[in-house]
């Protein structure tokens, strides 16, 4: 599974990519990719998100977690 992140990620729309992910793990996938190719600004408030993902794949065996940029 990948996510694609777009744009700036910051406090307004780090809560999008948050419930994106929340979608996701209903039935987790095997492994998930957040993307952050096509971000043009991440701020502050972005690494909470992807660091609680990465506590989350930990929880379900087999998965895994993965960043681009």
């Known amino acids: 599974m990948v996510i694609t992140a777009r744009g700036d990620f910051d406090a307004v729309t780090?809560?999008?990519l948050h419930d994106a992910i929340a979608e996701v793990f209903v039935d987790p996938p095997a492994?998930?990719?957040?993307d952050l190719t096509e971000t043009a600004f991440?701020?502050?408030?972005?690494p909470?998100?992807?660091t609680a993902v990465c506590w989350?794949?930990?929880v379900?065996?087999?998965s895994s977690f993965s960043t681009t940029r």
Do not use: M, N, Q
């Open 14 to 16: 780090s809560p999008d």
């Open 60 to 62: 379900w065996t087999g």
């Open 48 to 50: 909470p998100t992807p």
């Open 42 to 46: 991440f701020g502050a408030a972005g």
């Open 56 to 58: 989350a794949c930990s």
């Open 31 to 34: 492994v998930l990719v957040i």
